[in-house]
């Protein structure tokens, strides 16, 4: 604010000098057209010839000024010189100051600048002759007077200002700084905080102007303790869940180790190779999830997929591992294309996950069956199988990290769904558990897992 204020006053000193000078000249201004007026008085034709009678007392006193000096001039409706000063300058363009009145302009006079007024005098009466017969009358003076005028009225504005402005000043920085205050303290009890202090920052001692933005950052501290508490449970879990399959690892090479038998050495091996499996699968399941939860913060790059074209190239990826399971894979391909807007990585890691579930839980000789549909213009993935389904008390959960259903026989982490649902969200989608419509069986009522996708906004803008 101190900037501008500084700013400010060298433009207000040159708007109040040119104020100064307009005001200056209108006192002066009207005793130059006294002078004219009283100068064209004395003009007269006689005879054919332009006279002025100004007595010489008459000279004295129009020309007495202690400061500036004084010119006048007549000349006759010819130009020709009929009394006063002959060097001093004609009007420009006389045709456009016939009219009558006191004009002005401003000359040059003897190398000084000089105010003139002026005006014509008609010698006869329009009825006695129509062509223009006028006299011209002009009294010019210096600048000396208006200049020292015009000063002391800018030494009058001026020196209040060079008091009342430092006074200015201060009042700004004070209210400033007094203003400011609470926000130094906000700012130093943040500085005073430990790294791992998420809580709230206390509003009651901050302007009620950022009131809000506090706000904000109070809600943006809760989010971000949220997350870190998320990662933090995640690498607690998913350290837990690494001990299980290393320590079956460690345990079957151990056991190895101290076998003489050629079958059981076979046998331990073949359970180390069970254990390296699995815990090769849980670590691409954590990188996924892990991939998939950091998405948001770097941006998806979206782009149109044909979402027929990308299921059939999944199931195709599944069949040999459908064959090994003894499971019935197929695929059920929209009508017409089935278009929206994705990642198209992301969204093959959300259809492997649901196919890979459904292979796992139903049993050899079922069937898994992947569906692309669109209704009202969504477009709809069904993941369909004849395992033993989801219980509706336990839907909400299955969704959670490591969360596995009791009593479960199929070997798994508990990361797939969180994994689909991590992405779904990342496209708009929702995700929905259903029992299997085409299931008969009582002990098998299957699943049926739904993927709804938002229209693409290309389809929204045309509908409208």
């Known amino acids: 604010m101190l900037a501008p204020l500084l700013l400010l006053w060298p433009m207000s000193i040159a708007i109040t000098y040119l104020v100064a000078k307009s005001i200056a000249n209108q006192p002066f201004d009207h005793a130059l057209e006294d002078s004219v007026t009283v100068l064209a008085q004395q003009v007269r034709e006689v005879d054919g010839r332009t006279v002025a009678r100004l007595a010489g007392s008459a000279r004295d006193i129009l020309r007495a000024d202690d400061t500036d000096s004084i010119y006048f001039q007549v000349a006759g409706p010819r130009g020709e010189y009929v009394d006063g000063d002959r060097d001093l300058p004609r009007p420009p363009d006389p045709e456009n100051y016939r009219s009558g009145g006191v004009h002005f302009r401003d000359d040059v006079m003897h190398g000084a600048e000089v105010r003139v ?15 223009p017969h006028a006299a011209l009358v002009q009294v010019a003076e210096t600048l000396d007077k208006r200049a020292h005028l015009a000063n002391e009225i800018i030494k009058g504005v001026i020196l209040p200002q060079f008091i009342i402005l430092p006074i200015v000043l201060a009042l700004v ?29 206390d509003s009651r001692q901050v302007p009620e102007e950022i ?12 989010r971000l ?42 046998r331990s091996l073949e359970q180390l190779a069970k254990s390296s499996e699995s815990a090769t699968r849980l670590v691409n399941q954590l990188l996924a999830l892990a991939r998939a939860e950091n998405q948001p913060h770097t941006g998806l790059a979206f782009e149109q997929i044909d979402l027929n074209e990308l299921a059939r190239g999944v199931v195709q990826d599944w069949v040999q591992a459908s064959f090994a399971s003894r499971i019935d894979l197929g695929f059920e391909a929209g009508d017409t294309s089935v278009n ?34 669109s209704d009202a213009g969504q477009a709809i993935l069904e993941v369909e199988d004849t395992g033993p389904g989801i219980a509706p008390a336990e839907r909400a959960n299955v969704f959670e990290r490591f969360y596995r259903i009791l009593g479960s026989s199929a070997s798994g982490s508990g990361l797939g769904l969180s994994i689909v649902r991590e992405i779904a969200q990342q496209h708009g989608a929702e995700v929905d558990v259903f029992s299997n419509p085409r299931g008969f069986a009582r002990k098998l009522p299957g699943c049926l897992m739904r993927v709804t996708f938002p229209p693409p906004p290309a389809a929204i803008e045309d509908a409208e």
């Open 340 to 373: 929206i807007d994705g990642n198209a990585m992301m969204l093959r890691e959300l259809l492997s996950n649901l196919i890979d579930n459904a292979i796992r839980y139903t049993p050899a000789g079922g069937s898994v069956t992947v569906r692309v549909r």
């Open 225 to 266: 303790s949220q997350t870190i508490d998320m990662q933090k449970r995640f690498i607690a879990d998913a350290a837990h869940q690494m001990k299980t399959p290393l320590a079956g690892m460690r345990m079957q090479s151990e056991l190895a180790l101290r076998q003489l038998d050629p079958d059981e050495i076979h």
């Open 173 to 201: 920085w004070f209210a400033l700084a007094r203003g400011l205050s609470p926000l130094a303290e906000l700012q130093a009890r943040i500085r005073a905080r430990r790294p791992d202090d998420l809580s709230p920052i």
């Open 117 to 131: 007024a002026f005006s014509y005098v008609n010698l006869r009466p329009a009825a006695q002759d129509t062509a």
């Open 211 to 222: 009131s809000p933005l506090v706000g904000s950052l109070n809600d943006m501290l809760g």
